[in-house]
């Protein structure tokens, strides 16, 4: 499907569910057309058909640094162009900090940080051609404030924040806007997984969120949406809670 008529075509990895999936319901819900990569295809499979006829889908491994390359000229060659890309793909891993391996740690970074980065330029060579084009990272909670037993995890979000701000003073003389949501607690099947089993945790959680609730997917969505969009055009560089006051909670 090349990109005919003036349908924007986005990118969003880790699309097939959770916060990648809310985003690519928004996306499309306001025409604009979605790719979803991710290394599943039963899960991007039933996702793509879930979104409709404005959806399609890409099994891929965005640790595989070298294929990158080819995924994005795949892309370009057979819809058109790239006018979006959600950096969302990502993995966590909870242990006691000094358990922690220096492969685990490394995995985390190599697929939270390190993959993001390649994709990223990838992508940007494109959008630089174009002069034009928006990237959205996804941070957390875990880069705001210290949160024990997913070091990796808060490392690569960390890094995904100082990122965005140095992408975005490095592209956006160029029409390329970056900018990055740091998702609070929200409601998803791994969040209530976790929350659960843990009422401590979860009372923790909610003690210190002023709206006293956890976030909806689609709240993500929205912002993504917003950021994408052209009412965002002079908005680049930011880092953007959606917690319900949690990260300035207390």
Do not use: W
Request: hydrophobic letters at 40%; glycine letters at 8%.
């Amino acid at each position: 499907m090349k990109n005919q008529s003036k349908r924007k075509i986005a990118i969003i990895t880790g699309g097939s569910s959770g916060l990648g999936y809310a985003i690519a319901e928004k996306f499309v819900a306001n025409e604009i057309y979605t790719i979803l990569i991710g290394r599943n295809e039963k899960n991007l499979k039933n996702a793509s058909e879930n979104l409709g006829a404005l959806s399609s889908y890409i099994v891929f491994d965005v640790t595989s640094l070298q294929d990158i390359p080819q995924l994005v000229t795949k892309v370009i060659t057979s819809y058109g162009c790239i006018d979006i890309l959600v950096n969302n793909a990502g993995i966590n891993l909870k242990k006691d900090f000094v358990d922690v391996t220096d492969d685990e740690f490394q995995h985390i970074i190599l697929t939270n940080l390190t993959a993001v980065f390649s994709l990223s330029r990838e992508v940007s060579k494109y959008m630089l051609s174009n002069q034009k084009g928006t990237i959205i990272n996804i941070s957390s909670m875990a880069s705001q404030y210290g949160i024990p037993k997913v070091m990796a995890y808060t490392a690569s979000k960390s890094g995904i924040e100082g990122m965005t701000r140095a992408m975005a003073v490095e592209l956006s003389p160029f029409g390329i806007r970056i900018n990055c949501i740091a998702p609070g607690f929200i409601a998803t099947d791994m969040s209530a997984k976790a929350l659960n089993n843990d009422p401590e945790r979860k009372n923790k959680v909610l003690s210190r969120t002023p709206m006293g609730k956890l976030g909806a997917p689609a709240d993500v969505g929205d912002l993504a949406y917003f950021l994408a969009s052209d009412q965002a055009k002079f908005i680049t560089g930011t880092v953007i809670p959606v917690d319900g006051g949690n990260s300035i909670g207390f």
